[in-house]
């Protein structure tokens, strides 16, 4: 067995995928009436039938869970994230962890968390 997808809901499939697409890079696989396959394995539900099927509400901005993605170039991925035609909600800007990956924090169009981070290799210090 192998994990296949991770899915999220989205209120506005098109400002999703163009969100996904504008800063992530990813591509549109598959479309399939309210549930869209990302590259990388993203799906993205449309939220008003995730909660008909589910018979339960979303609840936005939860932190339940977290999308990851790694960038070696953070900074000009973070410069990209400021200049989004849309705010995006921050839960940090910028922050170092103690082991030195450095990350940023903040959530979708929808209230899914994402982080994004420097690959784990690039954060540790090679001074002695």
């Known amino acids: 067995m192998r994990l296949k997808n ?13 969100f996904y697409q504008q800063l992530f890079g990813l591509t549109v696989v598959s479309d399939n009436d309210g549930n869209v396959i990302l ?3 993203l799906v993205l539900q449309d939220r008003a039938v ?11 901005q939860s932190n339940a869970s977290e ?17 989004y035609e849309e705010p995006v909600t921050y839960v940090n800007r910028w922050m170092e962890h103690s082991w030195g990956q450095k990350v940023i924090r903040f ?3 929808d209230g899914n ?16």
């Not at 991770?6 to 163009?18: C, E, F, G, P």
């Not at 968390?113 to 002695?128: H, K, N, W, Y």
């Open 6 to 18: 991770i899915l999220i809901t989205v209120r506005d499939m098109q400002k999703s995928i163009a």
């Open 39 to 41: 590259s990388e394995g």
């Open 50 to 60: 995730w909660e008909q099927f589910l018979g339960k509400r979303v609840v936005p």
């Open 67 to 83: 999308l990851y993605f790694e960038e070696s170039n953070l900074e000009a991925f973070a410069n990209k994230l400021e200049r």
């Open 107 to 109: 959530y979708d169009p």
């Open 113 to 128: 968390l994402i982080e994004v981070g420097t690959p784990m290799d690039m954060g540790r210090s090679t001074e002695a």
